[in-house]
């Protein structure tokens, strides 16, 4: 056989080989899968209720001390402020006018005494005038003391017969009239005497001149100012204080006066009869003693000392103040919370406050920790 009649072999068409990524990314998924199915067999549990909670005890909110609610005589006070005034001002002013001042020796502040000259006025007129009256005196005397000698001979000489009766009655009239002249002159004289007195302007009374109204060289008007004078140098503090409180104040009480640091002793003099409608005060006069050291117009409080009672109280750190009101924290025997009371507070007194409304005898009240604190709270008590 030649080598024509051999058969041809032909060749398959090849295809191209896979690229190496494909070739291992097959048998890579399979495995994941069976590992996948693996792992929650193993793990599957069949489903259970979720576990109660366990209840755990309530953490107290705080930690505070308590101090028992008590009863004591504390002696009640009224609180006023106001202004210091004088006692009694004295407006001196002039009795006579046109004249002209010539002295005024004295100032504000200076100390005066009853009687003493504080102004003088230029008296040289009336001076004059006082002079023409004691002469016009001097004259009718003479001839007062001339009518009543011609009278006594006429007298005589009626009762001798040597004269008639009409002439008696002539001397009579001439003597009434000389003495009634003699009145008036007299009376002239005293009102010139007085005029010439009221050229000096005297204080009527111990005292400060609080103010000089006038200086050399004015000329005075009739009932004008001065000087004042502050009568006695005695000054007091009218305080002003809320109507419900002052039937508690009466004469004679012992009051503190406070200005900035410094405490004055007073006791009330008088209670002003009206109160004022638009503010709902009256006023109370507290005198003041002399070395008190205060001046009209300043400033100052007091505290009116009232007797001694037996009242509720209650420690000063027990209060707190909420919607503009003082409350308390009570801890009731045998309780762990707290109860929140709405107080009605009086006077203050050595850390201690009166409780009108609130609080009863015995009651404990959280002294420290107060303000942390809201109604129903638990806390824990400090040993």
Do not use: C
């Amino acid at each position: 056989m030649n080598m024509l009649d051999r058969p041809v072999a032909t060749e398959a068409p090849q295809t191209p080989a896979a690229p190496p990524r494909r070739r291992w990314l097959g048998p890579a998924l399979l495995v994941l899968a069976l590992a996948g199915g693996g792992y929650a067999a193993m793990t599957w549990r069949p489903a259970t209720p979720p576990a109660a909670p366990v209840a755990t005890a309530p953490v107290p909110a705080l930690t505070v001390a308590l101090a028992p609610v008590t009863t004591r005589r504390m002696g009640s006070s009224v609180i006023g402020d106001g202004s210091v005034i004088a006692w009694q001002e004295l407006v001196i002013g002039a009795e006579i006018g046109g004249l002209r001042i010539i002295e005024a020796p004295l100032d504000e502040g200076m100390a005066v005494q009853a009687g003493q000259v504080l102004a003088r006025l230029d008296d040289s007129v009336l001076a004059a005038q006082a002079a023409q009256a004691e002469a016009a005196i001097n004259e009718a005397v003479a001839f007062l003391e001339l009518a009543r000698a011609e009278q006594a001979r006429s007298e005589d000489l009626v009762r001798t017969q040597s004269a008639s009766r009409q002439i008696l009655d002539q001397r009579q009239s001439a003597t009434r009239q000389a003495e009634a002249r003699l009145v008036v002159l007299r009376a002239r004289r005293d009102e010139a005497v007085a005029r010439l007195a009221q050229t000096r302007i005297l204080a009527p009374s111990d005292g400060v001149i609080s103010r000089v109204s006038v200086r050399l060289g004015a000329v005075s008007a009739v009932g004008q100012e001065m000087f004042r004078v502050i009568r006695d140098g005695r000054l007091e503090l009218e305080a002003r204080v809320p109507e419900l409180e002052l039937a508690s104040v009466a004469p004679g009480q012992g009051a503190v006066i406070r200005h900035g640091g410094r405490e004055i002793t007073g006791e009330v003099r008088l209670i002003m009869p009206v109160v004022s409608p638009e503010t709902r005060l009256g006023a109370v006069r507290i005198a003041l003693p002399a070395d008190s050291g205060l001046r009209p117009g300043m400033f100052a409080r007091a505290e009116i000392q009232g007797p001694a009672r037996e009242v509720v109280v209650a420690p000063a750190s027990a209060l707190v103040f909420r919607e503009g009101a003082p409350q308390a924290f009570v801890l009731p025997e045998g309780s762990e919370r707290v109860e929140m009371r709405r107080l009605v507070a009086g006077a203050r007194h050595e850390g201690m406050v009166e409780i009108i409304e609130g609080l009863r005898p015995g009651e404990r009240v959280v002294t420290a920790g107060a303000g942390f604190l809201v109604n129903g709270d638990l806390v824990r008590v400090a040993p």
